[in-house]
């Protein structure tokens, strides 16, 4: 055998070996791939049986993804909705706080997370995960997360900061009643009843039929500002189209309690 021939058949050898350590890595990349569809697939349709109220399907779904992949943060994500849903808010915090271990830049995880501390009453808690979530700029639901992050300074007492927050929200959420409704509430506190004012009719505007918290707070925004021909139509409007409501209930409540103690 030549020189020649030797060298080609070296070279051949060479190019299989190679040939075959790409289809290798190839066929690994393919499999990384398909789990991630297989996981992506498992969680969208465990997320409709929940929508549907049916949490054992949910489960078999969510399971099969963690099996498949126990680092998915989407996975871990949604077997967290899932004990939310079943009220063990012990393993719903386990799996977000998971999800946020494995990839702690995942919103979503974090945005459910700041939630279950906000209805803990861990008010600080949930800032600081509202907070991240509300300023990253590749969250889809950064509105929503500015409301969030509103409330949870309200419940803290830092008004001026849930002002801010909730005009931050109004930039960026498509409906944001919420937020129009607290403005309302916040402006009127601080009592900027013109603004206050701007921001009811911003919300009455759009809407045909107004929640009962609405009606209350543009009852409470009347009263403050003398409107007494508008405070009792929408008075009426709370009796007539919420007449079970606890709104209603409020307002006659706070009219006896504040009854003894006005003058005329």
Do not use: W
């Amino acid at each position: 055998m030549t020189v020649v021939h030797r060298l080609s058949r070296a070279l051949a050898g060479a190019a299989f070996v190679a040939l075959l350590a790409g289809c290798v890595a190839g066929a690994e990349r393919i499999g990384e791939v398909r789990i991630d569809e297989a996981v992506q697939h498992r969680v969208a349709a465990g997320m409709e049986y929940l929508q549907m109220d049916k949490p054992e399907e949910a489960r078999q779904h969510f399971s099969r993804a963690l099996e498949l992949d126990p680092r998915s943060a989407p996975a871990n994500n949604a077997m967290a909705l899932l004990y939310r849903y079943e009220g063990d808010s012990v393993r719903e915090e386990q799996h977000y706080k998971r999800a946020l271990r494995i990839d702690s830049d995942y919103a979503v995880a974090r945005n459910n997370y700041g939630i279950l501390l906000y209805q803990r009453g861990d008010y600080r808690g949930a800032v600081r995960e509202f907070e991240r979530v509300a300023n990253d700029p590749r969250y889809s639901g950064r509105g929503r997360a500015f409301e969030n992050l509103g409330r949870s300074y309200q419940a803290l007492g830092d008004n001026a900061q849930a002002e801010k927050a909730f005009q931050r929200a109004l930039r960026l959420t498509r409906n944001p009643e919420r937020s129009l409704l607290a403005l309302t509430q916040l402006t009127q506190e601080r009592g900027d009843l013109s603004l206050a004012k701007r921001y009811y009719d911003q919300y009455a505007a759009n809407q045909q039929a107004p929640s009962a918290a609405g009606l209350l707070v543009g009852i409470r925004l009347a009263e403050r500002r003398g409107a007494d021909a508008e405070r009792q139509t929408l008075t009426q409007r709370l009796e007539q189209d919420y007449p079970d409501s606890a709104e209603l209930r409020a307002l006659r409540s706070g009219r006896s309690s504040a009854a003894p103690g006005s003058s005329s």
